[in-house]
């Protein structure tokens, strides 16, 4: 949850550049719906730059090898970037 108050609260500077981000939100599709519109509840309005997509049964998490099987957990919070290191 930090992570992502930490983009929001950078969205302007991410505009300003041309960025746009995109929140994965992983979790098994019977509940992920209803876990994601509760989220966004507490986050809305998002940003027009900051965009929200649900990952049903991880496979986006588990194909970057991102899944975290602890407790009350999903997903180690991480940040991909498809522009080159600088």
């Avoid at 966004?40 to 899944?67: A, E, M, S």
């Amino acid at each position: 949850m930090r992570q992502v108050h930490d983009f929001v609260e950078r969205a302007n500077k991410f505009a300003t550049a041309g960025e746009q981000v995109l929140l994965v939100y992983p979790g098994p599709p019977a509940e992920l719906d209803q876990r994601a519109k509760e989220f966004l509840t507490k986050q809305n309005p998002l940003p027009n730059n900051i965009h929200l997509v649900i990952d049903p049964d991880y496979k986006f998490t588990n194909q970057y090898g991102l899944r975290w099987d602890a407790p009350h957990e999903t997903a180690y919070p991480s940040t991909l970037s498809d522009r080159p290191a600088r």
